[in-house]
């Protein structure tokens, strides 16, 4: 009775990553097709497909045209601006060898960048269209999380950017193979998937769908940057620092993910107050010619 009742107390037995069967890829014998390039592909589908599905409802601020084009600028502001932000904020080493950042299959991809790359991409094809900068945000903002669930869900089967090491009774703590110190981790990832993607998807698709949100132009966007930007402080405080960027961390007790998402929320903030003090627009909005 004495044997059980101490196993009864006994820390749980972490979760080991190898054992879940997961491969980082799709070998082809001559050439492995990664999960992380397939979850950047699906991403960007889903993406499109709700935009295009998005402006056939009423008061839409762009047509089709606008939205092809928002497809391959966004896609290459995604890339170019996730990489060249993964260099400014998280690897200045980078800029000294100009040719490792055109290596994107080596990893190191920024949020941030990738959302002001995106954001560029999104002024260009309003400034040449004369579309609604705000009203085509609002769009494209509701299909962003698509992005954030795959990318993350990718992140942890690859076994990648894991947590920091969790402490007693976290039962579905993980060892991951690439850790330093092989301790049961927080597999942040997974809170990431959750929150920055399922929780804010199914948010803005009420929104749009089930409610006028998307006839206040900056609503939508606006709670894009608030949630993503509480989503990411949250999880940042378990997921593991940057191994160059750990004595910042440190230092001002903020990872500098964090840090990014000040300003971000501040931005979304201001963007859903300005909405809902402004009056609606109508549902009669006739759509770009």
Known sequence: ????????????????????????????????????????????????WHTLKSIKAPGAPLAQRHADDLFFYCTLGVIVGGRLGYATFYSPGLWTHPLELFKVWQGGMSFHGGLIGTTIAIAWVCWRGGLSFLRVCDYISVAVPFGMLFGRLANFVNGELWGR????????????????????????????????????????????????????????????????????????????????????????????????????????????????VKPELGSTVPPPA
């Open 1 to 48: 009775m004495l044997s059980l009742l101490a196993a009864a107390g006994e820390a749980p037995a972490p979760i080991y990553w190898v054992e879940l069967g997961l491969t980082r890829g799709i070998d082809l014998g001559f050439f492995t097709i990664r999960w992380y390039s397939l979850a950047y592909l699906a991403g960007i589908l889903l993406a499109y």
């Open 165 to 276: 090491v969790a402490g007693e009774g976290v039962r579905w703590a993980m060892i991951f193979p690439d850790a330093p110190d092989q301790l049961p981790r927080h597999p942040s990832q997974l809170y990431e998937a959750a929150l920055e993607g399922l929780a804010l998807l199914v948010l803005l698709m009420l929104l749009f769908w089930k409610t006028r949100a998307r006839f206040r132009p900056g609503l939508l966007v606006g709670t894009f940057g608030c949630g993503i930007a509480l989503a990411r402080f949250t999880v940042e405080f378990f997921r593991e620092p940057d191994a160059q960027l750990l004595a910042f961390a440190q230092q001002t007790g903020l990872s500098m993910g964090q840090w990014l998402t000040i300003p971000l929320f501040v931005a979304g903030a201001f963007l859903v107050i300005r909405a809902l």
